[in-house]
């Protein structure tokens, strides 16, 4: 990855071939879903997985370890509720939906 001109190289196991695996399962189920607003929750959380994968480590890679360490926690804290959140969205409207459940 080029940052000012430099080479940067990112963390081991970060922005890797799996995480961009993982990305364009979940960018082909957001273009599927036809709900505006599950559309659009899962695009926030694609949009808060790279910035937790990636921009936040850029930005913040000169932090003192302690801050850094809070960083990703929240993050994670994040990540998990918002994932915990699009789940039983996603669930919900696929009963409701496709197997016609109220």
């Known amino acids: 990855m080029r940052e000012h ?3 940067f ?11 961009l695996a ?7 189920l957001r273009s599927r879903i036809l709900a505006d607003d599950l559309r659009a929750l899962v695009g926030d959380f694609v949009a808060l997985c790279t910035e937790a994968d990636t ?5 913040h ?8 360490d809070a960083l990703l926690n929240n993050l994670v804290a994040q990540l998990g509720a918002r994932y915990v959140d ?5 669930g919900e409207h ?3 939906n496709e197997l016609g459940w109220s």
Do not use: C
Not at 10 to 19: I, K, R
Not at 61 to 68: M, N, Q, R, S
Not at 86 to 90: A, I, T
């Open 61 to 68: 890679k000169d932090d003192p370890p302690e801050e850094l």
């Open 55 to 59: 921009t936040a480590i850029l930005i």
């Open 5 to 7: 001109g430099k080479v």
């Open 9 to 19: 190289r990112l963390p081991e196991g970060v922005g890797g071939d799996d995480a």
């Open 86 to 90: 699009l789940v039983g969205r996603l």
């Open 22 to 28: 993982a990305t364009a399962a979940v960018q082909k």
């Open 94 to 96: 696929i009963r409701r």
